[in-house]
């Protein structure tokens, strides 16, 4: 899973980015904690009061974050920028045979843990974003934004995007949209484009018919209606 | 002094970003602050023209970055507003003279010199709009009722977003008889696909060309719709946030509270 959100530099010893409500620093740990420091002061003076409360990532990369650095540099973001609380990145693997190790939810979607993946929020323009399996998007796909999934889309919201669902060749994959005004939809091998059988306004859902993608009324002719026990998607 | 320092921009050339850095800095300055506008768009200024400056450059923003003046040696007074400042950019260079860090020593400077420091951005999402973020507290993203307007200024939310800088919109060249016939994307489409706060809704108007023309400020001119809208953002930036904000598609006379209903504040990045 990944968002097109962030642009590159150059490669300066401490980078700052905005990852979901976070600020996210990739730093060089293996520096001298007195120049460390020095870096991070440079994008924090920037940001200045938006630093305020913030939650901080610090990911030294590759190599070791110790528990001593982290404690001293937190300590000095805390007193000299009043950030919020600072962690080490979430763990990028967690054992899938033990179900009560679930992924941190505010930064679940960093590290797709699960297969399937729900993300609260607008997708903008230029945006994209990725599920192993189904993909649930409580908000809006804005126009040229993307939606990319190898089960099914489903969107609490309004579809306006590109949504290419069952990639690459899970041709039972469907997309749902409350309000379903794709910019194009895919599903398996197959492209169409343009095609809402409303105006939007009320949920519609895309499926593979014949090798051509179909669309139809969600309420009226939901697909799973008929299936005589409730099964796995 | 701890200015504030506001990028204006939209990703799509055209849409009215120099319009608007030019009146809503007119607008500030003629209540009362202290005001300088930028023009970052190295190569191809223009921000001197629309304030009828053009004929007084001597130093431009390069020549205070590289350090051949000092920045109160490049920014011209206007002729008619007090307290409003123009630095223009510098026509020969490329944007690739500057780099991001020039940008943050700059505006370090612009803090302490004035109450607000406007950038003229460039269009696009390259360098020169890469500069012109850098170091910016806030933005003003200007957008027209058209499909490739409104897409272009979502590309660049999403990157104001990344930098933890908060956009806020204006819906420019609003042409009200269009939209009523259905011929023009209503301003509640456009905030509706971005939402983010309104900071406020200006309509098509003559007056715009005339007064880049003539260098007559927009804002002075009392029966200019678009001239009072930007006196209304200005209001807005400085000290009255909830100033209702008037619908161009309402009765004249009527003022619609639309901020509050259709700005629906985006709390996915932090501030
Ligand atoms: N509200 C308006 N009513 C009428 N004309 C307008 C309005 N806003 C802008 N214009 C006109 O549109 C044209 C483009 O405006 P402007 O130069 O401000 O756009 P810009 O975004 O700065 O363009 P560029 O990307 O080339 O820098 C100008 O001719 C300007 O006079
Ligand atoms: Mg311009």
Redesign the interface.
């Given at each position: 899973m990944m968002m097109g959100?962030?642009?590159s530099?150059p490669d300066p010893p401490v980078r700052l980015?905005?990852v979901?409500?976070?600020?996210w620093i990739t730093m060089d740990a293996s520096l001298p904690v007195e120049v460390l420091k020095k870096e991070l002061c440079?994008p924090f003076e920037?940001?200045?009061?938006?630093?305020v409360n913030?939650?901080i990532i610090l990911d030294p990369g590759e190599k070791a974050l110790d528990e001593p650095l982290l404690e001293d540099l937190s300590t000095f973001l805390k007193n000299r920028f009043q950030v919020g609380r600072v962690s080490r990145p979430p763990a990028p693997k967690a054992p899938p045979e033990d179900a009560s190790t679930r992924p941190d939810p505010e930064n679940g979607w960093l590290y797709q843990t699960e297969d399937s993946l729900v993300i609260?929020?607008?997708v903008?323009?230029?945006?994209k974003v990725e599920a192993r399996k189904h993909l649930v998007i409580l908000g809006?796909l804005?126009?040229?934004a993307e939606a990319i999934a190898g089960g099914d889309i489903i969107i609490l919201g309004t579809l306006?995007g590109t949504a290419a669902a069952g990639q690459p060749d899970n041709e039972s994959a469907i997309v749902v949209a409350m309000d379903f005004r794709p910019t194009q939809i895919q599903i398996a091998g197959y492209v169409a484009a343009g095609m809402s059988s409303s105006a939007g306004k009320k949920p519609e859902f895309a499926s593979l018919d014949n090798s051509r993608v179909v669309v139809a009324d969600y309420t009226k002719d939901n697909p799973f209606k008929r299936l005589a026990w409730p099964e796995v998607r | 002094m701890d200015g504030k320092i506001i990028v204006v921009t939209s990703g799509k050339g055209g849409v009215g970003k120099t319009t608007v850095t030019a009146s809503v800095g007119a607008a500030l300055a003629k209540q009362g602050k202290r005001v300088a506008v930028l023009d970052m768009d190295i190569g191809l200024r223009n921000l001197d023209v629309v304030m009828g400056l053009e004929n007084r450059i001597v130093f431009n923003v390069v020549d205070v970055i590289q350090g051949r003046c000092k920045l109160r040696q490049a920014a011209l007074k206007d002729r008619r507003i007090d307290n409003l400042y123009l630095i223009p950019a510098s026509q020969s260079d490329e944007k690739s003279v500057i780099k991001p860090q020039n940008m943050t020593w700059l505006c370090n400077k612009l803090r302490r010199e004035y109450d607000f420091a406007l950038l003229d951005c460039p269009a696009g999402i390259e360098q020169g709009f890469k500069n012109a973020i850098e170091a910016a507290d806030e933005a003003i993203v200007v957008c027209t009722p058209e499909v490739s307007s409104v897409r272009d200024a979502d590309r660049v939310i999403g990157l104001l977003y990344a930098r933890s800088i908060t956009p806020r919109l204006i819906v420019n060249r609003i042409v009200p008889q269009l939209v009523e016939k259905g011929d023009m994307l209503s301003h509640a489409d456009v905030v509706d696909v971005l939402s983010i706060d309104l900071l406020g809704l200006v309509e098509m108007d003559d007056a715009v060309v005339v007064s880049s023309n003539t260098g007559n400020p927009l804002v002075q001119q009392k029966e200019s719709r678009a001239g009072m809208a930007f006196n209304r953002i200005a209001m807005r930036l400085d000290g009255h946030p909830d100033l209702p904000v008037e619908d161009p598609m309402a009765g004249r006379s009527f003022w619609q509270k639309v901020g509050k209903k259709l700005g629906r504040k985006n709390r996915t990045a932090k501030r």
């Open positions: 959100l962030h642009m530099h980015k905005g979901g409500d976070s600020l440079k920037r940001l200045r009061h938006q630093a913030a939650r609260a929020g607008r903008r323009s230029g945006q809006d804005n126009p040229g306006l | -």
